[in-house]
């Protein structure tokens, strides 16, 4: 099972020295990995109110200073034991861009699952999509979590989500499809997911 209270007892040693930067690979290279920081929550709710308030569930909107603030102090920073130089929140920055946050990458622990089961989520600023980015820095969070399983999930009309984790060796769960009724607020309606996994 997930240890959590050792999870919460790491998190009240106060703050953390941020994750060395991971440079991804060769074409994307102008692209790194790194921990989030404060100058980025003006950026989060820039993102966050634009067109990500009606693709994402779990954010709250509108989007604020302050759940940028909450999600510095209670995730973003989580790290896991079984996985030295891991955390929750990967930030996807542009050295060509002086470094701005163009996205993250979340490892979230599953609850009431075992210390070694994740769930992923991921997202682009508008300007970055459909460059092939995005494989590139999941394939490089997984390498950090050898032999952990990862649930995944991608709404039917989002094909190029489902084309991200096709490459990176997740499987469609032909059984696992499932309806999720979006916020008022994020558009409304009832949307039809995809569910996937990738074991080790």
């Given at each position: 099972?997930?240890?959590?209270?050792?999870?919460?007892?790491?998190?009240k040693d106060?703050?953390?020295?941020?994750i060395?930067?991971?440079?991804?690979?060769?074409?994307?290279?102008?692209?790194?990995?790194?921990?989030?920081?404060?100058?980025?929550?003006p950026r989060?709710?820039?993102l966050?109110?634009a067109?990500?308030?009606?693709i994402?569930?779990?954010?709250?909107?509108?989007y604020?200073?302050?759940?940028?603030?909450?999600?510095?102090?209670?995730?973003?920073?989580?790290?896991?034991?079984?996985?030295?130089g891991?955390?929750?929140?990967?930030?996807?920055?542009?050295?060509?861009?002086?470094?701005?946050l163009?996205?993250?990458c979340?490892?979230?622990?599953?609850?009431?699952?075992?210390e070694?089961h994740?769930?992923?989520?991921?997202?682009?600023?508008?300007e970055?999509?459909?460059?092939?980015i995005?494989s590139?820095v999941?394939a490089?969070?997984?390498?950090?979590?050898?032999?952990a399983?990862?649930?995944?999930?991608?709404?039917?009309?989002?094909?190029?989500?489902?084309?991200?984790?096709?490459n990176?060796?997740?499987q469609?769960?032909e059984?696992?499809?499932f309806?999720?009724?979006?916020?008022?607020?994020?558009?409304?309606?009832?949307?039809?997911?995809?569910?996937?996994?990738r074991?080790?």
């Open positions: 099972m997930l240890n959590i209270s050792k999870i919460e007892n790491m998190e106060g703050p953390r020295e941020p060395p930067e991971t440079t991804l690979p060769s074409p994307f290279d102008d692209y790194f990995l790194s921990s989030l920081r404060p100058s980025d929550f989060l709710v820039e966050y109110n067109d990500l308030a009606f994402l569930f779990s954010p709250p909107y509108p604020t200073l302050d759940d940028a603030q909450w999600f510095n102090d209670n995730r973003a920073h989580t790290r896991f034991p079984s996985y030295p891991t955390q929750e929140a990967w930030v996807i920055r542009s050295k060509s861009y002086d470094g701005v163009v996205g993250i979340g490892t979230h622990p599953v609850p009431g699952q075992s070694h994740f769930r992923l989520g991921y997202f682009l600023a508008p970055f999509r459909g460059k092939g995005m590139t999941v490089e969070v997984l390498k950090k979590f050898p032999g399983i990862f649930d995944a999930e991608a709404e039917v009309a989002n094909l190029g989500s489902q084309k991200v984790l096709e990176c060796g997740f469609h769960i059984d696992g499809g309806e999720e009724t979006w916020p008022a607020s994020k558009g409304g309606g009832v949307r039809q997911l995809l569910k996937f996994v074991r080790g």
